[in-house]
């Protein structure tokens, strides 16, 4: 089946840890999204990537990294740097970038102990 | 600036009753996309409907209709004959074009959670 897995569904991290979040597609989309969401709130652009082995930062990516070396590969670094890093992650991807669907996956839940 | 208004926070009704989600945007191009999507509790987005700019037809899919009025700048949603599985937050977004490289980004609504008792 076509879709979007992101893994782990949940992570737990201590402060002052790195964590990598993982984000696979398999629809043969050209653009992906990191997003965060916070209860209650809308979702927060983090880093988008248009094509392989390019990036750019959305409205939220102080103390975050990607890296797209692959097109079906999108990963997330939560650096130490994220003062807030307690949130759900939601990875996304569309064929383009404009206004094409966005496609998101399953979401994980990171924790800060 | 673009912005998405989901004035309503949270929504109760009871089974088989009908209810409006609402959905107020802004933004200076004529040219723009509309979009709702599902978060059930599991927590992925499910994608419901996107409309652009230029046609104001309403749409119904099965129970899903949708009321675009750009007088207004409202994108509406509205279930008929809720069910238990309608439970979930709906998020409503908007989309500008894209300009040259730039990346046509998806502005995103802070959600209406609506229950749906038994």
């Known amino acids: 089946d076509g879709g979007i897995t992101q893994s782990p569904k949940y992570l737990f991290r201590k402060e002052g840890q790195n964590v990598t979040l993982s984000c696979e597609q398999n629809?043969?989309?050209?653009?992906m999204y990191w997003y965060r969401q916070d209860p209650g709130q809308g979702l927060r652009l983090i880093y988008y990537?248009?094509?392989?082995?390019?990036?750019q930062k959305g409205d939220i990516a102080e103390g975050y990294s990607v890296s797209r070396e692959k097109k079906e590969s999108f990963p997330l670094t939560v650096t130490s740097a994220q003062k807030n890093p307690t949130a759900f992650y939601l990875c996304?991807?569309?064929?383009?970038?404009?206004?094409?669907?966005?496609?998101f996956g399953p979401g994980t839940r990171l924790t800060v102990l | 600036a673009q912005k998405v208004t989901q004035a309503q926070t949270e929504i109760s009704v009871v089974e088989k009753e009908d209810v409006t989600l609402d959905c107020v945007y802004e933004?200076?191009?004529?040219?723009?996309?509309l979009f709702w999507y599902k978060q059930p509790p599991s927590g992925e987005l499910v994608f419901l409907i996107r409309?652009?700019?230029?046609?104001?037809q309403n749409e119904i899919s099965g129970r899903y209709s949708w009321n675009f009025q750009k007088s207004t700048s409202s994108f509406n949603f509205t279930i008929t004959a809720s069910q238990v599985v309608d439970s979930a937050v709906y998020f409503c977004?908007?989309?500008?074009?894209?300009?040259?490289?730039?990346?046509?980004?998806?502005?995103f609504g802070r959600g209406t959670q609506l229950t749906v008792w038994p």
């Open positions: 996304a991807s569309s064929i383009g970038t404009g206004p094409d669907t966005q496609y």
């Open positions: 629809l043969n989309h050209d653009a």
């Open positions: 990537s248009q094509i392989v082995n390019d990036f």
């Open positions: 933004t200076r191009d004529t040219t723009y996309y």
């Open positions: 409309r652009n700019s230029f046609d104001e």
């Open positions: 977004a908007l989309s500008e074009p894209r300009r040259g490289s730039t990346l046509g980004r998806l502005y």
